[in-house]
């Protein structure tokens, strides 16, 4: 049985870091696991524009701890009014890696994202022109449309559609949740990859549903039976470079999960490659980890490989049932478990 697991160190394809003092409880558990990290922009307001995006980044350099070697990847956040030349002079000036694709309504602060994607034809045209990322939340808001329905509908009505139309525009479709899904951008072209996180690899609709309502399984887009759940885990798995880590680990107060009306997301960003090794032990797959959480996502990006390197050993590591910071307590992905797999610090 292997005891330890050398590899390159990862990088974290999708991750919210908050702001505030938010920002400063959760920015060094993605940094001590992870050398780069894809940021989301959904703050509120926005991050819309270079400039917002530059002093964003100022935040949450100042925020890792200090000699953590943490790059932060910043993304610009689509409105139906974005202009296709700020996207542009952000690429160029080295400020924006990608640019997010919220459908207005879908998640955590998505309101101010795109209603139409016509609404963004423009920059969608500039962005495929110049070899820069769309990442996507891949799901469609109407109410008329099941909440386990909508990213296999979103593929059909919006996703298809876009690329047969811009075939050369470069999509990574967030946070993967279905059997269609994995179909789908399999059956693409190299300019489709797709991330997957860590709890709809070890979780199903039951861990949110059965024996109460369990807020702390509430993520969006939402885990689906077990069949999506069984289908992702093959493909993570499986050795395809079309897929990579992307932990979408999303901190909110204990309280406000425990609300009436729960927030979506969960908080995994301190055992996150432990989490993602336990299923890679468990579909005998440990030789296949360090293409998924290290190679596949910089070669999709047109980055350079991470030369330092982390070790796991397989030691025990104790989930603590909530985590208490000056900001908020929060409850991480499987507080109160132990998970096999420790990173050596």
């Known amino acids: 049985m292997t005891k330890t697991l050398t590899i390159r160190r ?4 999708h991750v919210h870091l908050r702001d505030g003092a938010m920002l400063e409880a959760v920015a060094r558990h993605t940094a001590r696991q992870f050398a780069r990290a894809i940021v989301m922009p959904n703050l509120s307001p926005p991050v819309t524009n270079v400039e917002l995006a530059k002093a964003y980044r100022e935040r949450i350099v100042a925020a ?4 953590a070697g943490f790059t932060p990847l910043m993304t610009c956040y689509l409105t ?8 542009r002079r952000g690429f160029e000036e080295g400020v924006f890696t990608a640019a997010k694709l919220y459908p207005a309504g879908a998640t955590t602060n998505s309101d101010s994202g795109v209603t139409d994607v016509a609404n963004i034809r423009g920059v969608l045209e500039v962005m495929a022109e110049i070899g820069m990322v769309l990442c996507v939340h891949g799901e469609v808001t109407s109410a008329d449309v099941d909440v386990f329905d909508r990213e296999a509908v979103f593929i059909e009505r919006i996703l298809a ?3 047969k139309d811009l075939p050369q525009l470069k999509v990574v479709f967030e946070h993967l949740t279905s059997e269609e899904g994995v179909q789908f951008v399999e059956s693409a072209g190299v300019n489709v990859a797709a991330t997957i996180t860590p709890q709809h690899l070890h979780i199903n609709r039951n861990a949110m549903l059965v024996g109460g309502m369990r807020p702390h399984a509430y993520c969006l887009p939402v885990a689906k039976r077990e069949k999506h759940r069984l289908a992702l885990r093959r493909a ?9 880590l992307g932990t979408d680990s999303a901190p909110h107060a204990r309280e406000a999960k425990e609300s009436d009306c729960g927030c979506a997301g969960i ?12 299923v890679f032990e468990a579909e005998n797959a440990l030789d296949r980890f360090e ?6 996502g910089p070669k999709f990006y047109g980055l350079p490989l991470n030369e330092d390197r982390i070790t796991l050993e397989r030691n025990g590591c104790e989930v603590p049932g909530v985590l208490e910071t000056p900001a908020a307590d929060l409850v991480p992905f499987h507080a109160g478990e ?3 797999w420790r990173l050596v610090d």
């Open 291 to 296: 293409s998924f959480a290290s190679e596949n």
């Open 267 to 278: 908080f995994n960003a301190p055992f996150a490659l432990e989490s993602y090794c336990a």
């Open 161 to 163: 559609p876009l690329l």
């Open 64 to 67: 890792v701890p200090e000699g």
């Open 80 to 87: 139906d009014n974005t202009d296709p030349e700020e996207v």
């Open 338 to 340: 132990t998970l096999q």
């Open 10 to 13: 990862p990088d974290d394809w």
């Open 236 to 244: 993570a798995t499986g050795g395809s470079a079309k897929f990579f």
